[in-house]
């Protein structure tokens, strides 16, 4: 578990640096050009986050949205089927606050099969995008179909269709089996301990006016 006292305005500027640094190195070589793109933007996510924490909304929506610009930059290239790129496109859309580009983020990834593809990966992208695109009851039944592919943690799942579905104590129960999921880790992605996936579900919640119960944790701002 997780348990460092984080001091958020280093963890931003070393997040900042290394967006800078990641953005002046030139590919090593054999190293796929999207991954390069995928690095440099999640250090713009990670520095998004930290400016969440941080309580500095303005500078998490414009790290949040160059994160997403830059996801869906190395998703233009990436290979077929690489369904964690529009995720995180979503993901930061939403976490940015901007409804326009969320919908834009939503309708591309519809457009580029997600909602027929195989899988738990590509089900929680269609589920996520269709959720972004109010088309709540479709999105509903994916979520299920991802929660029985074995989506992890199935808590995601079962929160994406509670919110679907209007369901303010499925979603309660939800958010906190994701909460503590994030809370069990011992490691994050680029050192940032943000139970982030809890602030895609509040921001979609949140467009319905479902009910957010209060989750006191050091992995939320």
Do not use: N, Q
């Not at 690489?82 to 591309?108: F, K, Q, Y």
């Not at 943000?194 to 009910?211: H, P, Q």
């Amino acid at each position: 578990m997780y348990g460092a006292a984080v001091d958020w305005a280093a963890k931003r500027d070393r997040a900042v640096a290394e967006h800078a640094l990641r953005l002046g190195e030139a590919p090593t070589e054999g190293e796929r050009e999207d991954l390069r793109l995928g690095r440099i933007a999640g250090a713009s996510w990670a520095a998004g986050l930290a400016s969440r924490m941080l309580g500095d909304e303005a500078g998490a929506a414009d790290w949040l949205g160059r994160a997403a610009d830059e996801y869906a930059t190395s998703w233009e290239g990436a290979p077929a089927a690489s369904w964690g790129r529009p995720i995180a496109v979503l993901r930061c859309r939403l976490m940015a606050g901007d409804p326009g580009g969320t919908r834009a983020a939503a309708a591309a990834a519809l457009d580029a099969g997600a909602l027929d593809a195989p899988g738990a990966i590509a089900g929680y992208c269609a589920a996520l995008a269709l959720l972004a695109a109010g088309r709540d009851d479709e999105a509903a039944r994916v979520a299920d179909r991802v929660v029985a592919d074995g989506l992890e943690p199935a808590a995601v799942g079962e929160a994406l269709a509670a919110i679907a579905r209007g369901d303010d104590d499925g979603l309660a129960t939800a958010r906190r089996e994701v909460l503590r999921s994030f809370e069990e880790r011992d490691a994050f992605l680029e050192d940032v301990p943000v139970a982030d996936t809890v602030l895609v579900l509040d921001a979609l919640a949140r467009e319905r006016g479902l009910r957010l119960d209060p989750l006191p944790s050091a992995l939320l701002p």
